[in-house]
């Protein structure tokens, strides 16, 4: 039986959709105009209103007080053209946070893997689900938010970080069940790169992927399907979401681009990645909040 609740419901949905529809439509209208340098496409959160999006699908607290390290500039020529970690073996595939504000939690890992591969010379997937039970005391709150500095912390002061393959993403809170004979890695601090796009290219042309924070309320980035990414309403301070910075470039016609890895699965974006406008005055805070663990 149909309830009239669920068929209103239904039909509020569609309704969602539909305007998000019509959003896309306009959107690439003016990107064939040459009005926008990147493309939207409908997805798996079409029948979301950007407000129920951001609820679900971010989860970057604001920006703690805890006393870090800065990343000291090497006095290094010129740092390469373009990067990117993937071709050196530094990351790992795409995964899907699901409607759990973990992002912070897969933000941190994917440094933390990058910093084990440079040390190790081994690619191990470490696991979200410990940190999203267990970094509660240290100041996150599982699915509901959290920041990658406490992340490192927590491994830092836990000693260890256990293997996604021991300890397996559920996509919820559950309870922590760290087992310190899986861990495949350790902290042993956390470096704050300086809030401007030059010690960022500098730290990932140097150190390996970068965890960073963005701002991702608008339209435009819960549709994006490719292109350079430029959202002059973007905040470079009131950032809600965390992703890894796994290299940069420049398209052929000189504009430049950060290549970042999200967490929503490989649906969105390009397989699960978007190219963001770089030197662009820290468009939508790309350098604001970013950082790296030591190993």
């Not at 039986?1 to 419901?9: A, I, L």
């Not at 493309?39 to 604001?62: C, I, K, P």
């Not at 470096?191 to 339209?219: F, R």
Request: contains cysteine.
């Amino acid at each position: 039986m149909v309830t009239s609740n669920s068929q209103d419901e239904e039909g509020q949905k569609r309704a969602v959709w539909e305007n998000n529809r019509k959003m896309i439509e306009l959107h690439n209208e003016d990107y064939t105009k040459g009005k926008h340098g990147f493309h939207l496409e409908m997805n798996a959160f079409g029948d979301l209103t950007n407000t129920e999006f951001r609820q679900l699908m971010t989860g970057f607290q604001s920006m703690g007080t805890t006393e870090m390290n800065v990343f000291q500039e090497p006095r290094l020529g010129d740092v390469p053209k373009s990067v990117d970690w993937r071709k050196h073996g530094y990351v790992t595939p795409v995964k899907d946070q699901g409607s759990c504000g973990a992002c912070w939690a897969f933000s941190a890992v994917g440094s933390l893997v990058g910093q084990m591969f440079w040390k190790t010379g081994k690619l191990v997937p470490l696991s979200e689900q410990n940190l999203v039970d267990c970094s509660w005391s240290h100041g996150n709150i599982g699915c509901h938010g959290g920041l990658m500095q406490n992340a490192f912390q927590y491994v830092m002061d836990n000693g260890g970080l256990d293997t996604s393959e021991s300890y397996p993403y559920e996509s919820r809170n559950t309870t922590c069940r760290y087992n310190p004979e899986n861990s495949a890695a350790n902290v042993t601090g956390f470096v704050k790169i300086p809030a401007n796009e030059y010690s960022l290219m500098k730290a990932v042309a140097i150190v390996g992927p970068i965890s960073a924070a963005i701002d991702t309320k608008h339209h435009s980035f819960q549709f994006y399907r490719g292109g350079m990414y430029y959202e002059p309403e973007c905040s470079s301070s009131n950032l809600d979401h965390a992703v890894l910075v796994v290299g940069y470039g420049e398209e052929s016609d000189g504009r430049k681009y950060w290549l970042v890895k999200n967490s929503w699965g490989t649906y969105w974006g390009m397989n699960g990645y978007i190219k963001m406008a770089r030197d662009r005055n820290n468009n939508c805070g790309i350098a604001t909040y970013a950082m790296y663990p030591t190993v």
